[in-house]
């Protein structure tokens, strides 16, 4: 992988096409924070780490003679073993703490709210991998960071609706679940706006004037709080409708744990 940045702005399939020339492979090239910085990414040559050290100087050398006054900022590789080892690392770290929230919610709630929190999570997840996908951004660890703060931030926005809920759950016997849960999502829906607004905000002033370094970072968690906000909203409620949660569903644990008689409307 090699990080550029030119003299002024280049076009990005002359590039390509300079870089194609090389005969390194099927070259990735993406655009970073304007037209004078790029980012090539090669593919892991045969000949282990030798043959991807003098692909990376192949490369730096070619960026140099063709475009003068170009500053090469970073140029590394990494083994197959090692991005093997950094991926399952990454994929077990979001899977533990997927599963660890899911028995959290299921201890502090019922089950139902951590099935509707776990489906919730992974949604978030999924989607925010696709983006990287779709978009072939680099997917580091700085990536792998920002899904984990994606899960913990869309989990508490899941976390206050779900108090919402039970609460409404304990205080509305005779109110249809969809109207309950309705009335719950309007009392937390002004408070889970402005927060993920307010973040967005800063997040986006970082992507647009903030380093290269911390592009992916940035643009990871701005894309999760936005997915977050809204599927825990509109996800994690509807689950617990179509897990059959009704009004009395926890009409004796909580009557036996509150010892009052329910409010009915």
């Known amino acids: 992988m090699v990080r550029t940045n030119f003299a002024k702005a280049v076009n990005i399939e002359d590039l390509r096409g300079r870089v194609d ?3 390194l492979g099927d070259a990735s090239i993406q655009q970073l924070s304007n037209a004078r910085t790029y980012q090539v990414r090669l ?3 045969d000949g282990g780490d030798a ?3 003098a692909a990376v100087t192949k490369l730096r050398t070619m960026i140099e003679q063709s475009y003068p006054g170009a500053r090469v900022d970073a140029g590394e590789s990494v083994s197959g073993k090692v991005s093997e ?3 399952w690392n990454g ?3 979001i899977a533990l703490s997927m599963l660890g929230i899911a028995i959290y919610i299921w201890i502090r709630f019922e089950w139902q709210f951590g099935v509707g929190a776990l489906v919730t999570l992974f949604h978030d997840v999924s989607m925010t ?3 990287f996908a779709l978009t072939q951004l680099q997917f580091d660890l700085n990536v792998v960071a920002a899904i984990l ?3 913990g931030y869309s989990l508490n926005d899941t976390v206050v609706i779900y108090d919402r809920i039970r609460e409404n759950l304990r205080k509305y016997r005779k109110m249809g679940i969809i109207p309950l849960l309705n009335l719950s999502l309007n009392e937390t829906l002004s408070r889970t706006l402005v927060t993920s607004l307010s973040i967005m905000l800063a997040l986006l002033l970082l992507l647009l004037l903030g380093p290269d370094v911390i592009f992916g970072l940035t643009a990871a968690v701005l894309l999760g709080i936005f997915i977050g906000t809204y599927s825990s909203i509109y996800i994690s409620s509807p689950i617990l409708v179509w897990l059959g949660v009704k009004p009395d569903s926890f009409l004796k644990a909580d009557e036996g744990a509150a010892g009052t008689r329910p409010q009915e409307v």
């Open 21 to 23: 020339s090389l005969g």
């Open 43 to 45: 593919p892991k040559p």
């Open 51 to 53: 043959a991807a050290s």
């Open 85 to 87: 080892e950094l991926a």
């Open 91 to 93: 994929a077990l770290a």
């Open 129 to 131: 991998l696709g983006f």
């Open 149 to 151: 703060t994606i899960v």
